[in-house]
């Protein structure tokens, strides 16, 4: 496995644990995404958790190979997928360019430290879990949307059949 790869795999780790530690983050976001308005910030969060939440099932598949992933263990990577759905589905009105561009930002944060990374996704994630708190997602919505990331990263478990346990 290489450097890279082993790079990634410990940020997905460490990013879809972030509800079970909820540490706060050691730095702010890059000037990259502080540089750009709310609505493209929370499509840059949506992707980059997407990210986190594949890279998780990933590195679980990679520590229970061939075998079962257990729920508890699936429960981080179904919450980080959740959160993504919802600040993608807040960045809907973008115009394809500001897509594009939120893609292009996403891929440079993606390429930074892994610190970076986890540290912009820490602060995603602060961002959505208030936005909730508040009352600016309905609560509807979130149970659809965690029903909707739970079915997705289901079947990236069941992916070429290992680590899942055949739901």
Not at 106 to 126: G, L, S, W
């Amino acid at each position: 496995m290489t450097s890279s790869l082993l790079k990634l795999s410990a940020a997905a780790l460490a990013a879809v644990s972030l509800n079970a530690f909820a540490a706060p983050a050691d730095s702010a976001p890059p000037k990259v995404f502080n540089d750009v308005g709310v609505t493209v910030q929370s499509r840059i969060c949506g992707e980059l958790m997407a990210g986190l939440a594949l890279g998780g099932v990933q590195a679980l598949k990679m520590q229970f190979p061939g075998g079962k992933v257990p729920e508890v263990k699936r429960k981080p990577v179904y919450d980080t997928s959740a959160q993504a759905v919802v600040l993608l589905s807040m960045a809907g009105s973008l115009k394809l360019e500001e897509r594009l561009k939120a893609g292009e930002i996403a891929a440079a944060i993606e390429k930074m430290e892994p610190q970076v990374h986890v540290d912009t996704a820490m602060f995603c994630q602060r961002r959505v879990e208030a936005w909730i708190r508040a009352g600016e997602v309905k609560k509807d919505f979130v149970i659809q949307a965690y029903d909707q990331a739970q079915q997705l990263m289901d079947k990236a478990f069941a992916a070429s059949g290992s680590g899942d346990d055949d739901q």
